[in-house]
């Protein structure tokens, strides 16, 4: 399976860091897990605003289910470690950082989302967490993140029944804080004009 990547860019001295892979899922495999969390460390030197974004079909698809399924025991362990690093790196940059979010944001990709400070969706994104009906449950954080954020119940329900949410939904009950037709844009224009106040 094609490996996710990352582009890195500026505007209006905001960072933008792009998931991009050649299939257009930006899996969280492994390598790309480590890559970003390298990228993020180096960022954070910087104390910028910070913004991931996908594509216009997919956020992130989150983890390579093949890659998983591969692991040992402990493999699976180090990989769930990486993860919760990397998320924790996101949670504690010491600038504001937003998920710009189209298309699918799943799984790991969610859990990513979550480790964000602000999620702006655009009107056609789709939110979940479909582990469980594969027989598996999120190591890098979700389980914590997502229930401070939506409350216990929509949580839960989100978890067990691996339902997908739309755009809409994900806003009503606090998923996301805002929908707009271009989530990049209204992100740089919310980060600059928190520097105006």
């Not at 093949?66 to 402990?74: F, H, K, M, R, T």
């Not at 979010?101 to 799984?107: D, V």
């Not at 979700?142 to 978890?159: C, D, N, S």
């Not at 271009?182 to 004009?193: K, N, S, W, Y």
Request: one cysteine or more.
């Amino acid at each position: 399976m094609p490996g996710t990547t990352l582009h890195l860019e500026r505007k209006d001295d905001v960072h933008i860091l792009r998931l991009q892979s050649d299939d257009g899922t930006n899996r969280l495999t492994k390598a790309a897990v480590l890559a970003t969390s390298d990228t993020v460390r180096g960022l954070s030197r910087s104390a910028q605003a910070l913004i991931i974004i996908g594509n216009d079909r997919f956020f992130s698809a989150g983890a390579d289910l093949v890659e998983i399924a591969a692991l040992s025991g402990s493999e699976a362990y180090e990989f769930s470690r990486i993860g919760r690093e990397l998320m924790g790196l996101i949670e504690d940059f010491p600038a504001p950082v937003y998920a710009a979010i189209s298309g699918y944001c799943m799984g790991g990709g969610l859990d990513l989302a979550l480790a964000c400070r602000y999620r702006i969706a655009s009107r056609h994104a789709i939110f979940g967490h479909r582990g469980a009906a594969l027989g598996l449950i999120t190591g890098w954080g979700g389980t914590r993140r997502l229930p401070r954020l939506i409350g216990k119940a929509y949580a839960v329900e989100m978890f067990i029944t691996a339902e997908k949410i739309a755009a809409s939904r994900a806003l009503e009950i606090g998923l996301v804080d805002a929908i707009a037709d271009d989530p990049i844009a209204e992100a740089v224009h919310r980060i600059v004009g928190q520097r105006g106040k």
